[in-house]
């Protein structure tokens, strides 16, 4: 499967606890981008990477979250102090050039009990 | 800021059937890109057809295609000949040039 892969599937975790997700782009992508998805709403932008560098952070992402993308290949999407507002599903899409398809991933699901 | 409306949360079309689905935008760009997503239940998002700004043709993709009009800031989806994979969630979404991030309406629920 040559897709964007996101892991785990779903977490499941209690309120106060750090999680981090993992997406894994399609290998030949430089851009790689992060979005949250609520129940019957339609994706949000948070943040996205050119290769390592993250370009630009929407202010959805508190100081709780941070995102990393370390070599220009996966990236990761941490929560610390999850909070059960943060109950969502995290999607994770890569392009490969500035405005070709965006690709996603089937995303994480959140739930913070 | 831009703005992306859907305002049928749910829709339903026999097979075989004809259905639009409609989405309003605001922008002051005048370069930018449309894009109508499909979510399958507990599936993947994946792209159904694009539109760029600067192209006055309607795009065209099989039984896929779009009513875009510019001036109204208006782009809507119809789907011809519709068939049972086509139920799923349908996002429309803008993308300004300059930044790349997609911008998403609520989704409209299409049953077929």
């Known amino acids: 499967d040559t897709g964007v892969s996101q892991d785990p599937r779903h977490k499941i975790t209690k309120r106060g606890q750090n999680v981090t997700f993992r997406c894994d782009p399609i290998s030949e992508h430089n851009r790689l981008y992060w979005y949250r998805q609520t129940l019957g709403q339609g994706p949000e932008f948070l943040t996205y990477f050119q290769n390592e560098a993250q370009l630009e952070k929407s202010r959805l992402l508190s100081d709780r979250f941070s995102a990393e993308r370390p070599k220009g290949s996966f990236s990761t999407l941490e929560i610390q102090r999850t909070e059960q507002g943060d109950s969502a599903m995290y999607l994770c899409?890569?392009?490969?050039?500035?405005?070709?398809?965006?690709?996603f991933g089937q995303g994480t699901r959140l739930t913070v009990v | 800021a831009q703005t992306v409306t859907q305002s049928q949360p749910e829709m339903s079309v026999q097979e075989a059937e004809t259905v639009t689905l409609s989405c309003t935008y605001d922008t002051s760009e005048n370069n930018y890109y449309l894009f109508w997503y499909k979510q399958p239940p507990s599936r993947q998002m994946i792209l159904v057809i694009r539109q760029e700004a600067y192209k006055q043709q309607n795009a065209t993709e099989n039984r896929f295609s779009v009513n875009f009009q510019k001036a109204a800031k208006s782009f809507s989806l119809k789907i011809s000949d519709s068939q049972l994979g086509d139920t799923a969630m349908y996002f429309c979404?803008?993308?300004?040039?300059?930044?790349?991030?997609?911008?998403f309406g609520t989704g409209t629920r299409l049953q077929v």
């Open positions: 899409a890569s392009s490969g050039t500035r405005n070709t398809e965006a690709f």
């Open positions: 979404a803008f993308m300004n040039r300059d930044t790349d991030k997609l911008i």
